[in-house]
Structure formats: C-alpha cells, structure tokens
C-alpha cells in the first residue's frame, strides 16, 4: 500500500516520512513548503508540491500513486496567530482537512491517521489527562483540532475509514541535526534562540500552584512521536474497524523551570538567569499526558528521555545558527 503523508516536509512530518520509510512504507509527501523543506525528505521520497486545499491536486495526487492511507500532519500551528486571525485556521485547518477526507472518500483511501494536539484539553484541572478527560480548547487553534477529529470521526464512520488521532504533548528534539526545529514558537528553541542572542530565557509565570512556581508540561521526543505513528498506521491496516484517539506523551511533568536549567547546562549558558514575565494568558498550570492507552492500544511507549531530547535539538540548532 502506499501512504500519503501531508506536510511531510515539516519538522514533525519529516520525522514521522523517516520513520514510515524506516519501517519498509511506501511513502508519498503533499507539502506547499510554506514551512518545510525538501532536502529534509529521505532520498527516493516523491514530494508533490501542493495544499489540501487544492481538490483538483488532490484527486491527481490520491489517483496517480494508488494511495489508500493518509497521514495528515499538515495544518497551521501557531496558537498566538490563531487567536489573531481565527477564520484563517479554521479555513487553513478545518476546510483543508474536510477537502482532504472528500477526496480520500472518493478515491479508494481506507485509512486515515490525524495528527491532533493537546491543546484541545484546553486547561485541565487533573494531574493526568486521559482520554476522557473533558475536551475545552481555549484558543482557534485547539478548536480546529477538535473540530478536525470530530470530522475524521464522522467520516470514518460515513465512509468505512479505519481512523487514528493522535493528541501530541510538547514535542522537542530531532532524529538528526538536519531534522531539528527550524522555528522559536515551542519552549526549547524559543530559550535557544535567547541565548544565542546572549540575553536570558524568560519564564511565563512562577506563582502558579506546581512545586517550583513554573507550569508543567509533558515533553516528548519528536522520534517518539514518530514511532507513534508508525505504530498507529500498522494498527490501521489490522484492523479495519479502528476509531482511535490517543494522548502521546511521556506521562511525566517537566517544570519550564526545570527545562531551562537543562538547556542552560547543555548550553553551558548556565550564566544567563531566567527572567520571570507576567502569566500569559491561558496558560494551564500542568498538562501531563497519561499514555496507557497509547501503550495497550499500538504496544508503543516513550524511550527518549528529556536531556536527550534538549541534546539533539541543540545539535541540530547549532547546525542551522553557527
């Protein structure tokens, strides 16, 4: 079978082509590139220039190399630009995600993986989020993830889909150098990109009621998200049935003030003292996965620590801001 990935060009996505490939997928990429990169796709990977939310490529695309899964990965993902302009996620995001289902439904695709978010937790009041947690995205981009999977439910249902969503946590790291985040939105390269320019990170918040003041969160290795997916699409293939949605985190909290202490000794940075800003608004003070059901459901778990995570992303920063 061959698999479609969207946005496979993207740090994420070209994480999750690697390890498909790795494991004996065929693989075909969708990617507009207004943020991936081509050179970042294993050699023999055919990358198709192009958004879904052009039908006519997607037909074209779906047909010519006899797609019948789908892994969409491509979206918008800022949540500060998505309170600033909510009607272009949710075109970006739910129009283009509803294009693609319509034309995977009419062109032989059996399967479809979704890659979701956390954020449509919203702000939890629990010291482990399952899947059954309350779902109170508090931002357009939480909402367009939520309204993504409800549409990738409806139509499995509809169209005999065997479906997946996956709730990511806080990703970081990279499988290699030339894999890393090329962005600052996420907190390790955003303290990065601080002391490169030799001023101190910044900490949101240290009143909140976590054991040092600082919010929690669940990091998670970028190869492990990967491995998810690899995991997902072969549990897809077995079972025809399938209509999953699963966290996929660590299960263990890390304090930003406990990050930066890493990243300042990894960095050797440890000069630079972090300054304490006022709490950004909607700013949860834990999010921590439970990923039991990851574990029963695919058999996978996280094996990435967090130091290993802040090491590759270092390297891979380095490689790109000599």
């Known amino acids: ?6 946005g496979g060009a993207g740090y994420i996505g070209s994480h999750v082509v690697k390890a498909m490939v790795g494991a004996g997928e065929r693989v075909v990429v969708l990617d507009d590139l207004s943020t991936g990169r081509a050179e970042r796709l294993p050699d023999g990977v055919v990358l198709e220039v192009g958004t879904v939310l052009d039908r006519n490529v997607l037909d074209r695309v779906l047909r010519e190399h006899g797609v019948t899964g789908v892994v969409h990965i491509a979206g918008k993902k800022q949540v500060a630009e998505s309170v600033a302009r909510p009607l272009y996620y949710y075109h970006e995001n739910v129009e283009g995600l509803r294009t693609l289902l319509d034309a995977a439904a009419e062109t032989g695709v059996v399967r479809f993986l979704f890659s979701s978010s956390a954020a449509v937790y919203g702000m939890p009041d629990v010291d482990l989020v399952t899947e059954k947690t309350p ?4 931002n357009p981009y939480g909402e367009t993830k939520l309204a993504g999977e409800w549409l990738v439910a409806a139509a499995g249902a509809r169209y005999g889909l065997a479906t997946a969503s996956l709730r990511y946590f806080n990703v970081a790291g990279a499988a290699t150098p030339e894999l890393g985040d090329d962005g600052a939105f996420n907190l390790v390269p955003m303290v990065f990109e601080r002391l490169d320019q030799g001023e101190a990170p910044w900490i949101f918040g ?7 003041g600082t919010c929690v969160r669940d990091f998670i290795h970028v190869e492990d998200i990967a491995a998810a997916h690899v995991a997902a699409a072969r549990r897809l293939v077995v079972d025809p049935a399938a209509r999953l949605v699963l966290n996929v985190g660590r299960g263990e909290g890390v304090s930003v003030a406990e990050m930066i202490r890493i990243i300042a000794e ?3 940075r440890g000069d630079l003292e972090p300054r304490v ?3 950004r608004p909607g700013d949860p003070a834990r999010v921590v996965a439970s990923a039991d059901q990851a574990r029963e459901e695919l058999g996978w778990t996280a094996r990435h620590s967090v130091r290993a995570m802040v090491e590759s992303a270092w390297t891979g920063w380095r490689l790109r801001h000599p």
């Open 277 to 279: 800003r006022e709490r």
């Open 206 to 212: 240290d009143d909140y009621p976590t054991p040092d």
């Open 1 to 6: 079978m061959t698999w479609l990935i969207t």
């Open 266 to 268: 990894i960095t050797g």
């Open 135 to 138: 779902c109170a995205p508090i």
